[in-house]
């Protein structure tokens, strides 16, 4: 079953962290979230490894997106 990365505010990428196939830990930062001139990490919740980047580097996304799938 996937487990998914969500984003837990609504702001622009900033920076993405990991790529596909990457190993991620409980606590990894995976993406990097800009709202409100403040950077704000995005860290898994689980541990895995990256199956999809579902976002890109200055994207918008609203709280809740999607923004990585592990398995």
Do not use: R
């Not at 837990?8 to 993405?16: A, D, F, N, Q, Y």
């Not at 800009?34 to 860290?43: A, W």
């Not at 980047?53 to 990585?68: F, I, P, S």
Request: proline share 1%; aromatic share 2%; hydrophobic share 50%.
């Amino acid at each position: 079953m996937a487990k998914v990365v969500k984003a837990h505010i609504t702001g622009t990428v900033w920076k993405i962290e990991v790529k596909v196939g990457d190993k991620v830990e409980v606590g990894t930062t995976v993406a990097i979230l800009e709202s409100m001139k403040m950077e704000m990490p995005v860290e898994a919740e689980e541990a895995g490894v990256v199956q999809e980047v579902l976002c890109k580097e200055g994207q918008a996304v609203t709280e809740g997106d999607v923004l990585v799938v592990l398995s």
